[in-house]
């Protein structure tokens, strides 16, 4: 009688394996939603999409002397700087090379692509004429500068995209969780 009992469990285990299996079988979409729907993953990895720029300022007689250095290793881009000051300064601006040419928005922008590792020419930005009465250690002119990567048209000739805002990943990661 002990040994039918042992057969009877074995059975018993063998046939609820059989139909668990049978249930995983005849319906695997539901098995995956549950697996698919509970799975997490983590981690990062930054993508670089643009190009990197720095700019060098050099300040002598009342002018500064602007250029932009692209610190890429690979991507080549697009060069634009704009000066701020107050309105009493009379600000001119001089481009020995020919390079930089006056655009919208108060924008100048370097005329060719800046391939990697290479620098602009020089864009002089003097300051004119101080009134008399001018406190002379206490004003600033800032100088901003933007790239944005080399994109081709249709016909695949190099342009300027200026509308696109690139993003540092962890920023972008921070407002999304």
Same mark, same amino acid.
């Given at each position: 009688?002990?040994?039918?009992?042992?057969?009877?469990?074995?059975?018993?285990?063998?046939?609820?394996?059989?139909?668990? $299996?049978?249930?995983?079988?005849?319906?695997?979409? !539901?098995?995956?939603? #549950?697996?698919?729907?509970?799975?997490? =993953? *983590?981690? %990062?990895?930054?993508?670089?999409?643009?190009?990197?720029?720095?700019?060098?300022?050099?300040?002598?007689?009342?002018?500064?002397?602007?250029?932009?250095?692209?610190?890429?290793?690979?991507?080549?881009?697009?060069?634009?700087?704009?000066?701020?000051?107050?309105?009493?300064?009379?600000?001119?601006?001089?481009? $020995?090379?020919?390079?930089?040419?006056?655009?919208? !928005?108060?924008?100048? #922008?370097?005329?060719?692509?800046?391939? =990697? *590792?290479? %620098?602009?020419?020089?864009?002089?930005?003097?300051?004119?004429?101080?009134?008399?009465?001018?406190?002379?250690?206490?004003?600033?002119?800032?100088?901003?500068?933007?790239?944005?990567?080399?994109?081709?048209?249709?016909?695949?000739?190099?342009?300027?995209?200026?509308?696109?805002?690139?993003?540092?990943?962890?920023?972008?990661?921070?407002?999304?969780?």
């Amino acid at each position: 009688m002990e040994m039918k009992k042992r057969r009877d469990g074995s059975r018993a285990a063998v046939m609820s394996v059989a139909a668990l $299996g049978l249930l995983a079988v005849s319906s695997p979409k !539901g098995a995956l939603a #549950y697996f698919t729907t509970y799975v997490s =993953a *983590g981690g %990062s990895h930054v993508v670089n999409m643009g190009s990197q720029t720095e700019i060098h300022e050099d300040v002598s007689s009342m002018t500064k002397h602007v250029s932009v250095t692209n610190v890429s290793q690979i991507n080549d881009c697009f060069v634009r700087v704009k000066v701020f000051h107050s309105g009493e300064l009379n600000v001119t601006y001089h481009d $020995g090379g020919g390079l930089w040419t006056e655009g919208e !928005g108060g924008y100048w #922008y370097y005329g060719p692509i800046l391939p =990697a *590792g290479q %620098s602009t020419g020089i864009l002089d930005v003097k300051i004119g004429d101080l009134p008399e009465d001018f406190d002379r250690d206490s004003f600033n002119v800032v100088v901003i500068q933007e790239c944005t990567p080399v994109v081709y048209d249709e016909a695949g000739n190099p342009v300027a995209d200026w509308t696109t805002v690139y993003t540092d990943y962890g920023e972008e990661a921070g407002r999304n969780g």
